[in-house]
């Protein structure tokens, strides 16, 4: 359990004291339409260096900065090419991060040392009017990767953010809880530093949606020279071992579309009857198998394009184990 305050009332006054403690310097983990990120404040070193400590993360891995509205993120970027405007106007807020050069506020600490900074408008209630209260404090950004342990999946409750770092926080920080996050595999991030848009992690904005959105038919192909931490061969792994499209077995977990059956035997850990929802519920669905100690769990992941393409990637990585 944790040490942190725990608020489930996301009113007015709950997020002006949230937004006062990111300016305090402390950690403070908000819920998104993705998944739930551990928030500091972007400008603050200490702090930023407290995520990398909770989450046990390498320090060259780069950070999000999560910003209220589009019109703030000249404060963090520059050369902002034509698609990556037309990216931002038709997809924010909401589950997409942007990569692109970064401007001096961007420091080493939150982009590994990399020239870019990634940067994204969420749309929560509680995002962004955590952003609003803690920009009308005179903050800029607030950093923040997804709320679990370093290679671990994301969480997508408040009550999975409290098992994943809880015991890492310490009672000045706070977990805000918004419910469970609507999207549920984490944000399509884009790399616009290029004269073309680069997808570097699948999500729910989906390739034809930035081909339509930007005019540009052909995107980049996604190399692997910028350092994701999310594309690692091995990440998103729970402890049960994931078996991928085969049957499943007596004792075994079951993840699947509602209309695949249930073999006898088989525990069934979900059964959504969309892409959609096979996403929403994912993560919890392999929490679930951990907390039950399902030790091998099989997903029969949905097929074709739009989401399942996020499904399917997080799954390929979480099927290499840890
Ligand atoms: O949906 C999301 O994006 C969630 C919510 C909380 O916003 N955040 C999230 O953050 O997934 P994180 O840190 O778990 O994953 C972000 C990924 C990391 O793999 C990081 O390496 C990459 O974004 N990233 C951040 N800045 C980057 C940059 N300048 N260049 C390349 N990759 C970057
Ligand atoms: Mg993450």
């Not at 991060?97 to 080493?108: G, S, Y």
């Not at 594309?231 to 993840?255: C, M, R, W």
């Amino acid at each position: 359990m944790s040490q942190s305050q725990f608020q489930s009332n996301c009113s007015a006054e709950s997020l002006q004291i949230a937004a006062s403690k990111v300016i305090a310097g402390n950690l403070v983990a908000f819920p998104t339409e993705t998944v739930y990120g551990l928030g500091a404040d972007a400008c603050n070193a200490d702090a930023i260096a407290r995520i990398y400590a909770v989450k046990g993360r390498p320090a060259d891995h780069p950070l999000i900065v999560h910003i209220s509205a589009m019109d703030r993120m000249g404060d963090w970027a520059k050369e902002i090419p034509t698609y990556a405007i037309a990216l931002a106007r038709d997809f924010w807020p909401g589950p997409m991060t942007l990569i692109l050069p970064r401007t001096e506020l961007a420091q080493d600490f939150i982009t590994g040392g990399q020239e870019s900074v990634g940067i994204r408008v969420p749309d929560h209630v509680v995002a962004r009017g955590l952003l609003q209260a803690f920009e009308k404090l005179g903050g800029k950004g607030i950093a923040a990767p997804s709320a679990n342990r370093f290679g671990q999946v994301s969480p997508t409750t408040a009550k999975a953010v409290d098992q994943e770092i809880g015991e890492y926080l310490d009672p000045r920080d706070l977990i805000l809880d918004g419910g469970a996050c609507e999207v549920g595999v984490e944000s399509t991030i884009i790399d616009c530093t290029g004269d073309a848009p680069r997808i570097l992690r699948p999500g729910a904005i989906t390739e034809q949606m930035i081909r339509i959105s930007t005019d540009i038919s052909e995107l980049k192909n996604s190399g692997n020279d910028i350092r994701v931490s999310g594309s690692l061969e091995n990440h998103y792994a729970p402890s049960a071992k994931i078996f991928l499209d085969v049957t499943a077995q007596a004792g075994q977990g079951l993840i699947a579309l509602a209309d695949i059956p249930t073999p006898p035997g088989v525990i069934r850990l979900s059964a959504p009857a969309t892409a959609q929802e096979f996403a929403h519920l994912l993560y919890e669905s392999l929490r679930k198998a951990d907390t039950d100690a399902v030790a091998e769990v099989v997903v029969i992941q949905p097929k074709g394009d739009g989401i399942a393409v996020a499904i399917r990637d997080r799954l390929a990585r979480a099927a290499n184990g840890r």
